[in-house]
């Protein structure tokens, strides 16, 4: 089993032109999105972002921490919220991303997590 990081990508002109009367349909269908994953059995963790305007990046590799607000990228698309699954393979992962996808009305990435390296003996 593989986990897989599903991420929600967007821009901050996209959700503010998603009508406010269709709000509680789309996190109804992200809510029952969620409780498939958990019946499932593949669910691991999942959660949404505040906006990209609240985030600070961190340097820590000089003598002091260097504090920037803002995100890392300057760009206009954001990761908006995730999903961690674990499932068996890439296409079980696709799956769940294309249903992620429909449910919260955004474009959705997968990617694997690295696997652990093995422990020394």
Known sequence: MTQYLLSVHGNE???????EDQLPEMFAAV???NEQLR?????V???GLEGAETATVVDA???APVFT???????KEHVGGFWIIEVPDLDA??????AGSRACQGKVEVRPFQAEPPAEA
Do not use: C, M, N, S
């Open 31 to 33: 809510e029952r999105f």
């Open 93 to 98: 992962a696709l799956k769940y991303a294309a």
């Open 39 to 43: 019946t499932d059995g593949v669910w």
């Open 13 to 19: 002109e996209e959700y503010a032109a998603v009508p």
């Open 69 to 75: 607000d803002g995100p890392y990228l300057e760009t």
């Open 45 to 47: 963790f999942a959660g």
């Open 61 to 63: 590799q000089g003598d």
